[in-house]
């Protein structure tokens, strides 16, 4: 799933420009794609712009401290953890995306959740609200993947 996710970041410049659901599981599907995953990319991608396009005023105003709950930290883990901790110390994640990021981590069926795969979390995040992050946060979200091929920054 997380692959398809990547290369409709790497694809689509802005989530706008995808196609319909129907036609854009077409594409994926003839690009080489499981259809399975395919059907779960769309539903999470579906959940998490259902979400990102709501706003709370309680959470986007909130200055307290976030404690995690055993399942979360199950599911996270520590790196996971200081991660989100990390983005929103830099003001990269407000409260809100914090606990959008948190509630589609916890979607998934897997715990726990790799460190790679909290970063297309929030890369997915930022783009399905048309938020672009800078240079050094997108490194900080790709460049640790020496393996990888080099990402795309729209």
């Not at 779960?40 to 709950?69: C, F, K, P, Q």
């Not at 110390?89 to 959740?113: M, N, W």
């Amino acid at each position: 799933m997380f692959d398809i996710l990547v290369y409709l970041y790497e694809t689509y410049y802005r989530p706008d420009a995808c196609p319909e659901p129907e036609a854009l599981a077409k594409k994926l599907s003839a690009v080489g794609f499981d259809d399975v995953e395919i059907s779960e990319a769309l539903v999470w991608l579906n959940d998490l712009t259902a979400m990102a396009g709501v706003e709370h005023s309680l959470t986007a105003a909130s200055t307290g401290m976030r404690i995690y709950v055993d399942e979360e930290r199950d599911v996270l883990g520590t790196d996971a953890i200081g991660f989100i901790q990390f983005l929103e110390s830099a003001k990269v994640l407000t409260p809100l995306q914090r606990e959008i990021v948190i509630e589609r981590a916890l979607s998934l069926e897997e715990a726990p959740v790799s460190l790679g795969q909290l970063k297309v979390i929030v890369l997915m995040l930022l783009w399905s609200q048309g938020k672009e992050p800078d240079a050094l946060m997108f490194d900080d979200l790709f460049g640790a993947d020496d393996d990888a091929p080099p990402r795309l920054l729209h």
